[in-house]
């Protein structure tokens, strides 16, 4: 049966990749047929784990796993339970019509290939996050999705609205992927598991643990920023910069999900704790009620989507806070549902964008009758939104109420939030789906026209899709709704999903009052949104200018960092860089007993005799003498001609000694390097007008002579308690009795630098060739270059400062 | 003896760090010039200080004891000349420098970056 089950599954999220890379060449040999083409990878996927369903249905999660980073213990391990399965079919499903319609949209565009290479990258690393079992390649597949989500939203990066969201994007959503890499890192470390499955099988170890709080908090920032949850949901709208496709996939049905998926997976892990609930459906609650008002506010149908996109994320993200069986349920319906009819109506405002060039609700009215495809696909979501009877919306929104319509006052709360939160995505819905259909015809900046067939499939198979699940209601609930649910919960749950209409149950009144408020409220929808634009006014703070500030101040910060470190004066560099060197010398030597090694207690009495005069020949203190004051004249010679001779003085100097310590080819070496440094530099010196004295200010002087001598006094300290230990002599041994027997040289030296060190001699004689060329090139340029060419006014003020 | 030449290097270190922090480029290179030489006699005392004894096998021995240390020599050796190279190319350095920036102060030589430094840009 081909090749085995681990390496087909892992395929599945390996195989998008391929197809990316190959995007582009398909594109230029299959051209307007490229969407058709690349089409048949994430069909074959979905396929592929549509065949998977009775086995994961039966309680067999499918396992695979290859090795990774063996010597760590970790394998690059894939688990299809009920939850990944319910998320990856979307994930392959909805994208197999996304990449049709791309094809479609962005028909003739010179990088489409490119696109759907980006794309299809983006549905591998999605693939590869819901299916991953270990949390490393879980968190490599997510950052993975933020990358691809960066490529996308910056598709358009002639823009520059489109690059700012593109970095925001990245900024907020690397953010949670850090701190899921962080809790990841604790999670193992407390429970030895790099696999999920394994960490679930630890039961409380986690929720007992005194890291539970650092561990929730991780995981929640990372959830929370992916899923753009109050108040990490600014990036969202932003994100609507990129093609419409993207926007129905990536910011609609499957990337912004990760967050919801994430929080799923963790359930069993980290949920059912106190603090888990409140925090969810606290911001879960703020962010459906938020994002339901934002969508009132707008008038691009996109932005009206994006907003209820971070409602609807809000919802999924307190039903999981909620935590009971029928929540779950919910959660787990209302994921599909949203799925379907949020990515059809994506696409459907791609078709109006496309056929009508607007997206302007208020721009947009009568389109029935010249497309009218795209009114029966929007409808078709439209009603799904909306959670009318028959479509896969409605028995969400009847397991959500099933699950939350309890007695307690804080469960009334949470009910009558979500009611509202429904009721305000209901009116946006009615709005989206009958608002640029009906009414007088509008005149659009391009005559209206129906979409071609590559464009109004996707979105009307969404909508029948939406229907369709419905209707199958007890496949349905078998073969998704228990599965996933057994998968969050750890415990078997049982679907009661059903269509029948029962007018004596609470539910039936919740639904027919969120219709109700949903029709109030698109009835008064312009007045609603010239109300909020009011108010928005009047605040005049968002968070997406908080970003910019906090971007801004971080980039501010870093130049004045660069600047307070990098500042360009030569001299202070060298004052930080000698301190350090008196620091390095001293303060080792203070503190490892240096100080009783050079002088130890015992031999203090005889301190005078190791210190006599007599140590030194008179000839020998004559010549120490003569670099004493060979330095000394340098140091404050008057004129130029002084100092270069002081220097002379002391190198002389410095070749007598070598010349009295048994060294003679040193000596004559200096000798010659003394003299020619003395003409060349009088040579030179005499052609510069150069200042005679040196004008460093008192205070300058003081402090420089401090580092001078700390740094000379730290050399003689160091240099005299390495003379009191012993020195290994075993090389230079080697090299006196080898010379003459093998070298067949006399003089050791020599022997030494020609023949058993020969290559750093060799060294030694190109870094001088390379001195010399280099030297050869300065003087050569200098007769066709001339001065470089100063802006006037400086180029004065230098002058005025020199002379 | 040692102790007296490591005094010496220490008098040499603080007149070659005192030049090298000085602002003036030419300065700067005697301060070079006076460190280079310390180092060479650190390291040449560093292998112990014989007298008069050079490491040269007589005619007709095999080899010969008491004389000095050769491996500093060699290693000094090589620096000496390869310290000379860059004294030279610092030098010519120095002087085109001056030529083309009429400044021999380092404060004043700010072409590759001007005083404030670059601002990084405030936009996406």
């Not at chain 1, 990449?99 to 591998?124: D, K, N, T």
């Not at chain 1, 990098?566 to 490892?592: D, K, M, Q």
């Not at chain 1, 207690?601 to 005889?606: D, R």
């Not at chain 2, 096998?57 to 620096?79: F, W």
Request: net charge negative; with cysteine.
């Amino acid at each position: 049966m081909g090749p085995s089950l681990d390496v087909s599954v892992i395929l599945v999220a390996i195989a998008p990749f391929l197809a990316a890379a190959l995007a582009p060449a398909v594109h230029r040999f299959t051209g307007a047929f490229a969407g058709w083409f690349l089409a048949i990878v994430p069909a074959a996927i979905f396929l592929f784990l549509f065949g998977f369903l009775d086995e994961v249905a039966g309680g067999e999660p499918v396992r695979a796993s290859i090795d990774w980073v063996p010597s760590y213990g970790i394998g690059l391990s894939f688990l299809i339970d009920g939850l990944s399965l319910t998320f990856a079919l979307m994930i392959s499903g909805v994208g197999t019509l996304i990449i049709v319609y791309s094809g479609a949209y962005l028909a003739g565009h010179p990088h489409q290939g490119r696109f759907l290479g980006f794309m299809l990258a983006f549905m591998g690393a999605m693939l590869g996050l819901v299916l991953a079992d270990n949390m490393l390649a879980l968190y490599a597949f997510w950052e993975l999705t933020s990358v691809s989500s960066f490529l996308l939203i910056g598709f358009d990066h002639a823009r520059q609205a489109a690059r700012r969201a593109a970095i925001q994007a990245l900024v907020v959503t690397n953010l949670g992927g850090l701190a899921l890499l962080l809790g990841a890192l604790m999670v193992q470390h407390l429970t030895g598991q790099w696999d999920l499955s394994g960490v679930r099988e630890t039961g409380d170890l986690m929720r007992l643990s005194p890291f539970y709080a650092p561990v929730l908090v991780l995981f929640l920032l990372a959830a929370f920023s992916k899923s753009a949850q109050f108040p990490l949901h600014f990036w969202l709208p932003n994100a609507m910069e990129a093609p419409t496709p993207v926007s129905a996939f990536l910011h609609s049905a499957t990337m912004v999900q990760a967050g919801v998926y994430l929080l799923a997976r963790m359930t069993p892990i980290l949920g059912e704790t106190q603090a888990w609930m409140a925090t969810l459906t606290v911001f879960g609650g703020v962010t459906l009620v938020w994002g339901g008002f934002s969508a009132l506010k707008q008038i691009d149908l996109k932005q009206m989507l994006a907003s209820t996109t971070i409602a609807s994320l809000g919802l999924l993200v307190l039903l999981i806070g909620q935590g009971s069986e029928a929540a779950i349920a919910a959660m787990v319906v209302y994921f599909v549902a949203h799925a379907f009819y949020k990515a059809g109506l994506f696409l459907m405002v791609g078709v109006l964008d496309h056929g009508t060039g607007t997206r302007d609700l208020t721009a947009l009215g009568g389109l029935m009758r010249k497309m009218p495809v795209s009114f029966v696909a929007a409808v078709l979501s439209g009603v799904s939104m909306v959670g009318l009877p028959l479509t896969v919306g409605y028995l969400a929104k009847e397991e959500m109420y099933l699950g939350l319509a309890h007695a307690d006052p804080s469960s009334i709360l949470v009910l009558l939030v979500v009611v509202a939160g429904n009721a305000l995505l209901a009116a946006v819905g009615i709005a989206i789906a009958m608002r640029p259909f009906t009414g007088a015809t509008v005149e659009t900046p391009v005559p209206a026209h129906e979409g071609s067939f590559g464009l109004v499939l996707g979105p009307l198979v969404l909508g029948l899709l939406g229907i369709g699940v419905a209707l199958a209601t007890a496949w349905f609930g078998h073969d998704i709704l228990e599965p996933a649910g057994t998968a969050i919960l750890a415990e078997p749950v049982e679907s009661h999903l059903t269509l029948a209409l029962d007018l004596g149950s609470i539910l039936f009144w919740l639904s027919l009052l969120t219709w109700a408020l949903g029709a109030a409220v698109y009835y008064q929808l312009d007045a609603l949104r010239a109300l909020l634009r009011r108010a928005d006014a009047v605040i005049g703070w968002t968070f997406d200018k908080g970003f910019d500030v906090l971007m801004f101040g971080l980039v501010r910060m870093a130049g004045a960092v660069t600047r307070f470190l990098h500042h360009g004066r030569l001299e202070v560099y060298l004052v930080v860089v000698f301190s350090f060197f008196a620091i390095a010398l001293l303060a080792p030597w203070l503190t490892l007993g240096g100080l009783e090694r050079l002088m130890p207690p015992s031999a203090l009495g005889t301190w005078a005799a190791q210190w006599s005069w007599s140590d030194l020949t008179v000839y020998e203190w004559a010549v120490v003498a003569i670099a004493i004051i060979g330095l000394v004249a340098l140091v404050i010679a008057q004129n130029r001609l002084v100092a270069i001779l002081s220097l002379g003085v002391q190198g002389i100097a410095v070749a007598m000694l070598f010349l009295l310590f048994g060294a003679p080819d040193l000596s004559f070496t200096q000798f010659m390097v003394e003299i020619l440094s003395v003409v060349v530099l009088t040579l030179v010196m005499t052609r510069l007008k150069l200042d005679e004295r040196d004008h460093r200010p008192f205070e300058d002087a003081l402090r420089d002579g401090t580092i001078a001598v700390l740094c000379g006094l730290g050399v003689t300290l160091l240099l005299s308690t390495i003379l009191t230990g012993r020195l290994d002599n075993e090389l230079s041994g080697v090299f006196l009795a080898t010379s003459v027997p093998i070298a067949h040289g006399h003089n050791v030296v020599n022997v030494i630098l020609v023949d058993y060190r020969g290559f750093d001699t060799l060294g030694e004689i190109s870094v001088v060739m390379a001195a010399g060329i280099a030297i050869l090139a300065l003087i050569r340029g200098q007769r066709g270059a001339g001065r470089i060419p100063l802006p006037p006014a400086r180029s004065e003020r230098i002058k005025g400062m020199v002379r | 003896m040692d102790y007296i030449i490591a005094g010496l290097i220490g008098i040499f270190v603080t007149v070659g760090v005192y030049f090298l922090l000085s602002r003036s480029v030419i300065r700067m290179l005697l301060g070079i010039t006076v460190f280079g030489n310390a180092v060479n006699l650190l390291i040449f005392t560093g292998g112990r200080l014989t007298r008069q004894v050079a490491p040269i096998v007589p005619e007709g021995a095999e080899t010969i004891a008491g004389a000095a240390n050769p491996l500093p020599q060699a290693l000094v050796l090589t620096a000496i000349v390869i310290g000379f190279a860059m004294f030279i190319f610092l030098l010519v350095l120095a002087f085109r420098t001056y030529q083309s920036l009429d400044a021999d102060n380092t404060d004043n030589m700010r072409l590759a970056e001007p005083e404030g430094g670059c601002r990084p840009p405030l936009s996406y």
